[in-house]
């Protein structure tokens, strides 16, 4: 409950965060249970596990606190000095969540950790804010940055209208290998009709919602 009420206070300065943690909680969740179910990692992806991973990924953007809100609610693409300004937020988040009382042991504080400061690294290197790359990357992470452009592909933005499932799954294809592990694509290319499911549900409840407080 305290860490839903984190989320709530992120999204009161940011008009996407609180409802984007939401929407990839319940991403991380299936993701890793289809990983599971397809013979991934099953020694890793317990109930418990997955349970902690869908907690702490309340907590993966909390960094934005600290990201001025005319950029975070900016309504165009940002200019190159916006976006390195975004990309503090990684390690801004990872600092931030020292602070956050031990949970289950230090548990979900390390798994917190991991999501917040590595969720934007790629299976390739590529990615930010270390370079890390394949198995390097926490498997929480790694599952986090999958949920996590997951939902910005399939959610309204002021600069961008929902991209459709096909186009989604199309992306996610031609990541494969280069931002996210290939099993991870494979789970998200079986979750396709649930993850339509839960975008046109999440579209249903908010987008109009969104563009009326935008407004």
């Not at 299936?30 to 990924?57: F, S, W």
């Not at 969540?97 to 289950?104: G, R, V, W």
Request: aromatic share 8%; net charge negative; with cysteine.
């Amino acid at each position: 409950d305290i860490i839903k009420f984190v989320a709530e206070v992120l999204g009161s300065h940011d008009l996407f965060t609180g409802r984007h943690v939401i929407h990839t909680q319940k991403y991380v969740g299936i993701i890793a249970r289809q990983l599971r179910q397809n013979g991934c990692y099953i020694d890793v992806l317990t109930d418990e596990v997955i349970q902690l991973y869908e907690t702490a990924a309340f907590l993966h953007d909390i960094g934005k606190i600290h990201i001025p809100e005319g950029v975070l609610n900016k309504p165009g693409r940002f200019t190159e000095q916006e976006r390195e300004l975004m990309k503090v937020h990684p390690a801004e988040g990872n600092k931030l969540l020292d602070f956050l009382p031990p949970i289950k042991n230090g548990q979900l504080n390390a798994i917190a950790k991991d999501m917040a400061f590595y969720h934007h690294e790629k299976w390739d290197g590529s990615g930010y804010p270390v370079g890390l790359k394949g198995n390097e990357i926490p498997l929480s992470a790694r599952i986090m940055a999958a949920a996590d452009v997951l939902d910005a592909l399939l959610s309204w933005r002021p600069y961008k209208e929902p991209f459709d499932i096909d186009t989604v799954i199309g992306i996610f294809e031609d990541c494969r290998g280069k931002h996210f592990e290939s099993c991870i694509v494979d789970a998200v290319v079986d979750l396709k009709p649930l993850i339509l499911l839960l975008a046109e549900d999440f579209k249903i409840k908010e987008t109009s919602d969104e563009e009326k407080e935008y407004k």
